[in-house]
Nanobody, 113 residues
Framework: VQLVESGGGLVQPGGSLRLSCAAS????????MSWYRQAPGKEREYVAT????????NYADSVKGRFTISRDNPKNTVYLQMNSLKPEDTAVYYC???????WGQGTQVTVSS
Protein backbone atom coordinates (compact mmCIF):
# COMPACT_ATOMS: atom_id res chain seq x y z
CA VAL A 1 0.00 0.00 0.00
CA GLN A 2 1.31 3.42 -0.95
CA LEU A 3 -0.31 6.79 -0.33
CA VAL A 4 1.20 9.99 -1.74
CA GLU A 5 -0.22 13.39 -0.79
CA SER A 6 0.20 16.60 -2.73
CA GLY A 7 -1.29 20.08 -2.94
CA GLY A 8 -0.17 21.65 0.30
CA GLY A 9 1.31 25.12 0.54
CA LEU A 10 1.03 28.60 1.99
CA VAL A 11 -2.35 30.33 1.78
CA GLN A 12 -3.84 33.46 3.31
CA PRO A 13 -6.70 33.25 5.82
CA GLY A 14 -9.98 32.84 3.98
CA GLY A 15 -8.28 31.14 1.06
CA SER A 16 -8.65 27.66 -0.38
CA LEU A 17 -6.49 24.64 -1.16
CA ARG A 18 -7.19 21.22 -2.59
CA LEU A 19 -5.15 18.29 -1.34
CA SER A 20 -4.80 15.08 -3.31
CA CYS A 21 -3.81 11.60 -2.22
CA ALA A 22 -2.81 9.08 -4.89
CA ALA A 23 -3.24 5.50 -3.71
CA SER A 24 -1.71 2.30 -5.03
CA UNK A 25 -1.18 -1.31 -4.02
CA UNK A 26 -4.80 -2.14 -3.25
CA UNK A 27 -8.25 -2.04 -4.84
CA UNK A 28 -8.93 1.56 -3.96
CA UNK A 29 -12.64 1.64 -4.75
CA UNK A 30 -13.45 -0.96 -2.10
CA UNK A 31 -12.09 0.89 0.92
CA UNK A 32 -12.82 3.77 3.20
CA MET A 33 -10.30 6.60 3.06
CA SER A 34 -9.58 9.33 5.60
CA TRP A 35 -7.67 12.54 6.16
CA TYR A 36 -5.96 13.49 9.41
CA ARG A 37 -3.80 16.43 10.41
CA GLN A 38 -1.14 17.25 12.96
CA ALA A 39 -0.36 20.77 14.08
CA PRO A 40 2.99 21.66 15.69
CA GLY A 41 3.11 20.44 19.28
CA LYS A 42 -0.24 18.71 19.04
CA GLU A 43 -1.47 15.17 18.53
CA ARG A 44 -2.66 13.96 15.16
CA GLU A 45 -6.38 14.60 14.79
CA TYR A 46 -9.16 13.31 12.60
CA VAL A 47 -10.40 15.50 9.74
CA ALA A 48 -12.71 13.52 7.44
CA THR A 49 -13.67 10.09 6.10
CA UNK A 50 -15.29 8.99 2.87
CA UNK A 51 -16.91 5.61 2.27
CA UNK A 52 -16.07 3.45 -0.70
CA UNK A 53 -18.45 3.33 -3.67
CA UNK A 54 -21.26 5.31 -2.09
CA UNK A 55 -19.13 8.31 -1.28
CA UNK A 56 -20.89 9.31 1.95
CA UNK A 57 -18.67 11.31 4.25
CA ASN A 58 -18.12 12.38 7.84
CA TYR A 59 -16.24 15.38 9.18
CA ALA A 60 -14.71 16.66 12.35
CA ASP A 61 -16.75 19.49 13.83
CA SER A 62 -13.81 21.86 13.38
CA VAL A 63 -13.92 21.56 9.58
CA LYS A 64 -17.60 20.82 8.92
CA GLY A 65 -19.04 23.21 6.34
CA ARG A 66 -15.59 24.34 5.17
CA PHE A 67 -13.87 21.14 4.00
CA THR A 68 -15.13 18.57 1.51
CA ILE A 69 -13.69 15.09 1.05
CA SER A 70 -14.24 13.36 -2.28
CA ARG A 71 -12.82 10.53 -4.31
CA ASP A 72 -12.23 9.55 -7.92
CA ASN A 73 -12.14 5.78 -7.91
CA PRO A 74 -10.93 5.31 -11.53
CA LYS A 75 -7.99 7.59 -10.66
CA ASN A 76 -7.34 5.92 -7.27
CA THR A 77 -7.32 9.36 -5.70
CA VAL A 78 -8.97 10.96 -2.68
CA TYR A 79 -9.22 14.74 -2.33
CA LEU A 80 -9.70 17.25 0.44
CA GLN A 81 -11.09 20.60 -0.70
CA MET A 82 -10.41 23.17 2.00
CA ASN A 83 -12.23 26.51 1.90
CA SER A 84 -12.39 29.46 4.29
CA LEU A 85 -9.05 28.42 5.75
CA LYS A 86 -8.07 29.68 9.18
CA PRO A 87 -4.65 29.97 10.84
CA GLU A 88 -5.66 27.12 13.15
CA ASP A 89 -5.90 24.85 10.10
CA THR A 90 -2.11 25.03 9.81
CA ALA A 91 -0.81 21.46 10.04
CA VAL A 92 0.70 18.57 8.19
CA TYR A 93 -2.17 16.76 6.49
CA TYR A 94 -2.05 12.99 6.14
CA CYS A 95 -3.96 10.58 3.98
CA UNK A 96 -4.94 7.34 5.78
CA UNK A 97 -6.24 3.96 4.65
CA UNK A 98 -7.84 2.57 7.83
CA UNK A 99 -8.26 -1.04 6.69
CA UNK A 100 -4.52 -1.29 6.04
CA UNK A 101 -3.46 1.09 8.83
CA UNK A 102 -1.36 2.84 6.21
CA TRP A 103 -0.35 6.54 6.21
CA GLY A 104 1.02 8.84 3.57
CA GLN A 105 4.08 11.01 4.15
CA GLY A 106 2.01 14.14 4.71
CA THR A 107 1.77 17.54 3.06
CA GLN A 108 2.25 20.85 4.86
CA VAL A 109 -0.55 23.40 4.89
CA THR A 110 0.24 26.84 6.31
CA VAL A 111 -2.46 29.47 6.69
CA SER A 112 -0.92 32.85 7.35
CA SER A 113 -1.02 36.43 6.17
Amino acid sequence: VQLVESGGGLVQPGGSLRLSCAASGFTFSRYVMSWYRQAPGKEREYVATIRSAGGSANYADSVKGRFTISRDNPKNTVYLQMNSLKPEDTAVYYCYAPFFDSWGQGTQVTVSS
